[in-house]
T-cell receptor, first 120, second 112 residues
């Protein structure tokens, strides 16, 4: 049963501390997305990767957030230093996008369970 | 800029009634539209994906329609059950690169 996994599931930290969230996409998927969900803003796209390369991270505060894919099985989202306004649920999703023009694109995104972050 | 709206924000129905959830978008140039379900404290579960060339998709009790020209999609859930209680989100994608734009969701409560 293939699924996206995220760790940790819950994180409570103090303002100023570094936070690292990890995501393991579904094996074989070539696209990874990071989302943030808050009550006020709803679900926002922070960054997404295709074939491990960052395609768009315009939704991410660059001064404190960074996203990487060290390898095809691991995506990380780091906040340094963290602030109370970063408190949210962070979701990772993976998908498979075909490179071929004539191939069928399988564009569904599969979401992980999320990391609930609380910054005090 | 694409805007996705879901109305109503919340909906309560008795068990057995059919559910009708609406999603509207301002830019009809979409690549596809996806309906998700979110349970409290959990991630998103994909329900149905409709490509821009399709008019509808069906899965069990779920049916989603797409009218690009009017910028609307509707999710129908037949014979609702208490287990259908969740928040339902729709998301549109402008191209194949995967940048979704989400609606705020409709919170559904199905009472026994």
């Amino acid at each position: 049963d293939a699924r996206v996994t995220q760790t940790p599931r819950h994180k409570v930290t103090e303002m100023g501390q570094e936070v690292t969230m990890r995501c393991q996409p579904i094996l074989g998927h070539n696209t990874v997305f990071w989302y943030r969900q808050t009550m006020m803003q709803g679900l926002e796209l922070l960054a997404y990767f295709r074939n491990r390369a960052p395609l768009d991270d315009s939704g991410m505060p660059k001064d404190r957030f960074s996203a990487e894919m060290p390898d095809a099985t691991l995506a990380t989202l780091k906040i340094q230093p963290s602030e109370p306004r970063d408190s949210a649920v962070y979701f990772c999703a993976s998908g498979l996008v075909s490179d071929g023009k004539l191939a069928v694109d399988y564009n569904e995104q599969f979401f992980g369970p999320g990391t609930r972050l609380t910054v005090l | 800029k694409q805007e996705v709206t879901q109305i109503p924000a919340a909906l309560s129905v008795p068990e057995g009634e059919n559910l009708v959830l609406n999603c509207s978008f301002t830019d009809s140039a979409i690549y596809n539209l996806q309906w998700f379900r979110q349970d409290p404290g959990k991630g998103l579960t994909s329900l149905l994906l409709i490509q821009s060339s399709q008019r509808e998709q069906t899965s069990g009790r779920l049916n989603a329609s797409l009218d690009k020209s009017s910028g609307r999609s509707t999710l129908y859930i037949a014979a609702s059950q208490p287990g259908d209680s969740a928040t339902y989100l729709c998301a549109v994608r402008p191209d194949s690169w995967g940048k979704f734009q989400f609606g705020a969701g409709t919170q559904v409560v199905v009472t026994p």
